[in-house]
T-cell receptor
């Protein structure tokens, strides 16, 4: 089983809708979770980090973490065409600080 | 703040040559840098963790003699792909942390280097 799993998509939503991106992980000891956005040909950029169970909101983005279910999600409200990108879920390891990435979900927001 | 640069941004080389990629933290001191590789339509795969002044820690399956990493200063880490072959063609991305690689410290990513080996 992969450490971090995401649906590769593509996920297509209309402009203005809510996009829901999901991620499951296998290591119950994981403490830190991150969502990155990656445009084609570019390097990833951090959108959100979340460490505690529950929701964390930042503008149009909400990250949700459920450690019991080993599940982390990202909601994007009022999706815009500029949100079209690949979204990468990542686990952080306290020892060494390294990140393990999922395979990414491609999001397409249609005007 | 927290800008990371990479040089070159793209490189084309002949099979068998060596290629050096530089990763610099421009406005902070990076005690830890990470090197990733990304093939088309795939995710980032961590290759190695580079700590200033010590040997790099390589992930399982990454050949340390082929991918030489040097982190000689707090602002510069280099990755050298030795005797490059077409299968080494990929997008190489570095990231840098201010602190000693604690997970709570944000990783700042460089813009990446696209390598094409003919």
């Amino acid at each position: 089983q992969k450490e971090v799993e995401q649906n590769s998509g593509p996920l297509s939503v209309p402009e203005g809708a809510i996009a829901s991106l999901n991620c499951t992980y296998s290591d119950r000891g994981s403490q830190s979770f991150f969502w990155y956005r990656q445009y084609s040909g570019k390097s990833p950029e951090l959108i959100m980090s979340i460490y505690s169970n529950g929701d964390k909101e930042d503008g149009r983005f909400t990250a949700q973490l459920n450690k019991a279910s080993q599940y982390v999600s990202l909601l994007i409200r009022d999706s815009q065409p500029s949100d079209s990108a690949t979204y990468l879920c990542a686990l952080g390891y306290n020892q060494g600080g390294k990140l393990i990435f999922g395979q990414g979900t491609e999001l397409s927001v249609k005007p | 703040g927290a800008v990371v640069s990479q040089h070159p941004s793209w490189v084309i080389c002949k099979s068998g040559t060596s290629v050096k990629i530089e990763c610099r933290s421009l406005d902070f001191q990076a005690t830890t840098m990470f090197w990733y590789r990304q093939f088309p339509k795939q995710s980032l795969m961590l290759m190695a963790t580079s700590n200033e002044g010590s040997k790099a820690t390589y992930e399982q399956g990454v050949e340390k003699d082929k991918f030489l990493i040097n982190h000689a200063s707090l602002t510069l880490s280099t990755l050298t792909v030795t005797s490059a072959h077409p299968e080494d063609s990929s997008f190489y991305i570095c990231s840098a942390c201010r602190d000693r690689g604690t997970v709570l410290e944000t990783q700042y990513f460089g813009p990446g280097t696209r390598l094409l080996v003919l």
